[in-house]
Every structure is written in C-alpha cells, then in structure tokens.
Antibody, heavy 117, light 112 residues
Framework: QVQLQESGPGLVKPSETLSLTCSVSGGSITYYWWSWVRQPPGKGLEWIGY???????NYNPSLRSRVTIAVDTSKNQFYLKLNSVTAADTAVYYC???????????WGQGTLVTVSS | ESVMTQSALSLPVTPGEPASISCSSS???????????LDWYLQKPGQSPQLLIY???NRASGVPDRFSGSGSGTDFTLKISRVEADDVGVYYCMQTLQTPYTFGQGTKLEIK
C-alpha cells in the first residue's frame, strides 16, 4: 500500500514562499499523477494542481501565477512551492496520488501551514 | 470551471436508516468515453479525505457495498443503504472531467 507523507515548515511569513515535500513510500512514483489539495481551517477542499511523473503539470488558474509543482523520481518525492503567500493561504495541505481518471485514491495525512508574521 | 453544488450542508440520520446526498454540476460531467467523471469522498473527523466512489458509480477498494453512487450528466447521488456510526463525517463530490478539478462544499452527515 502506497503511503504519502508531507513535510515542511508549519509557519511561513506573509510574502514569503511556502515549500512542501511529499515523500512516497511503498510504491513507485512513476506512471501516476501526483496532486496537491488544500483545506483552510473549517472549510472545504481546493485542488491546487498535479504533476505527472514525467514532469508535465496542470495548475488551478486561481493559483497558477504563484504555484510550482515539481517531481524527483530518483527520490520518490514531489514538491509544492507557493510564493507571495498571505493569510488566505493558511490551510492543511495534502499530497495525493491521482489516477488517470482524476480520482485521488491515496492521501497523505496533511500538514497545517500557517501564514503569519 | 465546473461549479459543484451540494444542496444539503448537514444531514442528520438515524443509525440503520438510509441516507442520500446530492451533488449537481454546472456543466455535464459525461465524457465521450461514456463515463461520468464524478467522485465521492468522505472526510472523517480529524482524518484525510478517502475515496468512496469514482466515475459516478464505482466503489473504491475496501468500500462497503452499503455505499452506492448514481447519476449522469449534471446530477449525482451518493446513497448509504444503512447508516452506521462510523459513517459520520463530511462527504464531498468532486469533478475530474476538466481542470481545475473542483469540489462541492461538503455535506456533513451526523448521527441523530
């Protein structure tokens, strides 16, 4: 059973860059899409974007100007960078394995990132 | 962008009774391949979301057959034949026909 684990700073200052890593274990990162989804405290889910193991990406237009998703197949990891963050970016960030039909069948436990000075 | 709407924000249910959660999309989710690109997820309290139903009516691995999904085009339903205490949480629909993938606002199932 594949497992995903997010890691990164839990506190980021406004205007700085949020950086998260998702480590994939129990399976290869190849031949799947890998997504990031976030959830502000007490609110619903928002799809941020995905990357294919080959490196092709697709981002939510609402975040496209600020987001970068990358992958390192040699480390079985993928990454999220969100720049120029504000308090509105405070959320639990989930990394997710995404199937060819778009379904998200494996989720990390999530990591809370708070944007505050 | 497809806007997903779940009409009920809260759904109180008596254990053993059936439950039904509705989701509608602003655009048809029916692909030319014949599938409706609509998933259902359950987020139990304090947990990550888990996939219940994919492509409108297919149960994900390990999901009890008490859960079923139906619908086509713009209107979809998740049904639980007999609600159990462990089913509490927030149920989200999500469309994956086109990016950006979008979620409904969630329906919170509570036990009476």
């Amino acid at each position: 059973q594949v497992q995903l684990q997010e890691s990164g700073p839990g506190l980021v200052k406004p205007s700085e860059t949020l950086s998260l890593t998702c480590s994939v274990s129990g399976g290869s990162i190849t031949y799947y899409w890998w997504s990031w989804v976030r959830q502000p405290p007490g609110k619903g889910l928002e799809w941020i974007g995905y990357i294919y193991y080959s490196g092709s990406t697709n981002y939510n237009p609402s975040l496209r100007s600020r987001v970068t998703i990358a992958v390192d197949t040699s480390k079985n990891q993928f990454y999220l960078k969100l720049n120029s963050v504000t308090a509105a970016d405070t959320a639990v960030y989930y990394c997710v394995r995404t199937l060819p039909n778009g379904s998200s069948d494996n989720w990390g436990q999530g990591t809370l990132v708070t944007v505050s000075s | 962008e497809s806007v997903m709407t779940q009409s009920a924000l809260s759904l109180p249910v008596t254990p053993g009774e059936p439950a039904s959660i509705s989701c509608s999309s602003s655009q048809s989710l029916l692909h030319s391949d014949g599938y409706n690109y609509l998933d259902w997820y359950l987020q139990k309290p304090g947990q990550s979301p888990q996939l219940l139903i994919y492509l409108s009516s297919n149960r994900a691995s390990g999901v009890p057959d008490r859960f079923s999904g139906s619908g086509s085009g713009t209107d979809f339903t998740l049904k639980i034949s007999r609600v159990e205490a462990d089913d509490v949480g927030v149920y989200y629909c999500m469309q994956t026909l086109q990016t950006p993938y979008t979620f409904g606002q969630g329906t919170k199932l509570e036990i009476k």
